[in-house]
Nanobody
Framework: VQLQASGGGLVQAGGSLRLSCRAPRAIFSTYMTYDMGWYRQAPGKQRELVASITKDYDTNYADSVKGRFTVSRDNAKKMLYLQMNNLKPEDTAVYYC???????WGQGTQVTVSS
């Protein structure tokens, strides 16, 4: 497994979750060259970009999560994070981490937000 996402769960609206994505097979010197991202796919909808962070720590967010979600990375630990605050029912989806180059995807973690 190249990417392992975790941290999903069931939370009430207004709550918080922190997703993690580890890259157990990567070596530090390679991981730091990756651009990383979080995507999500809700039932019946296309997969969409939630947030991304480049190897230079430039970040980008979907308009729907700006001000609520924060993407970060720890190259030394080969970890990618997504801090999600003030969650809404429309954030319910399976969340995936992805890396470039290589277009490598993690297995997904379910986030469910109840109203």
């Amino acid at each position: 497994v190249q990417l392992q996402a975790s941290g999903g769960g069931l939370v009430q609206a207004g709550g918080s979750l922190r997703l993690s994505c580890r890259a157990p097979r990567a070596i530090f010197s390679t991981y730091m060259t990756y651009d990383m991202g979080w995507y999500r796919q809700a039932p019946g909808k296309q997969r969409e970009l939630v947030a991304s962070i480049t190897k230079d720590y430039d970040t980008n967010y979907a308009d729907s999560v700006k001000g609520r979600f924060t993407v970060s990375r720890d190259n030394a630990k080969k970890m990618l994070y997504l801090q999600m605050n003030n969650l809404k029912p429309e954030d319910t989806a399976v969340y995936y981490c992805r890396r470039d180059p290589g277009n490598v995807w993690g297995q997904g973690t379910q986030v469910t937000v109840s109203s």
